[in-house]
């Protein structure tokens, strides 16, 4: 799986758009864009995923580079929730549901009242 | 989304016993349900890989024989910490898809459970 970089925390205002990037530069071309999030002390939560296009869903929207090697999720309108450790994660989306994720380090996400 | 639920929650065990975690996939169906273990202020560290009805794929450095996993259905599958250590305190996180091609979602993690060996 392609090696992710991001940023080790990052503070966004309450009720602004929270921007988290993400690089992923050896992306292959069968590789999805995945983003999880992990409040403390609980179990990571998936967010979105992406392939090439830009997805938007209840959560967030993941805007993808043209050249695939970087990435942004964006949480619209961020709230004291959102605070948590947010994680993208790059691999090969198979269809049997035994492939594995591999976790970096992630961006800690404080969102100030 | 689907639901994994793990139990317990949290668990105090003394030092030389074992402790036994459930991972349930409630609305699912889940042929892999996937291990991890957290320590403070780090990552996620992928322990095993449990597979429905054969056993587990461990990763490199973890003692299969100290963290015995088992996956007797579907939707059931257990680590069992053995002969627990001050050491072993982790915070311990299951994860499992759907097995059904059609319905296949992306991975969904239990809450999680923190095990403190006194």
């Known amino acids: 799986d392609a090696k992710t970089t991001q940023p080790p925390s990052m503070d966004c205002a309450e009720g602004r758009a929270a921007n988290l990037p993400c690089n992923h530069s050896?992306?292959?071309?069968?590789?999805?864009v995945y983003w999880y999030r992990q409040i403390h002390s609980q179990g990571p939560q998936y967010i979105i995923h992406g392939l090439k296009n830009n997805e938007t869903n209840e959560m967030a929207s993941l805007i993808i580079t043209e050249d695939r090697k970087s990435s942004t999720l964006i949480l619209p309108h961020a709230t004291l929730r959102d605070t948590a450790v947010y994680y993208c994660i790059v691999r090969v989306r198979a269809n049997f549901g035994n492939e594995k994720l591999t976790f970096g380090t992630g961006t800690r996400l404080t969102i100030i009242p | 989304g689907a639901v994994v639920s793990q139990h317990p929650s949290w668990v105090i065990c003394k030092s030389g016993t074992s402790v036994k975690i459930e991972c349930r996939s409630l609305d699912f169906q889940a042929t892999t349900m996937f291990w991890y273990r957290q320590f403070p202020k780090q990552s996620l560290m992928l322990m095993a890989t449990?597979?429905?009805?054969?056993?587990?794929?461990?990763e490199q450095g973890v003692e299969k024989d100290k963290f015995l996993i088992n996956h007797a259905s579907l939707t059931l599958s257990t680590l069992t910490v053995t002969s627990a250590h001050p050491e072993d305190s982790s915070f311990y996180i299951c994860?499992?898809?759907?097995?059904?091609?059609?319905?296949?979602?992306?991975?969904?993690f239990g809450q999680g459970t923190r095990l403190t060996v006194v």
């Open positions: 449990s597979n429905e009805g054969s056993k587990a794929t461990y």
């Open positions: 050896t992306i292959s071309g069968n590789e999805y």
């Open positions: 994860s499992a898809r759907a097995a059904d091609r059609a319905k296949n979602t992306e991975a969904f």
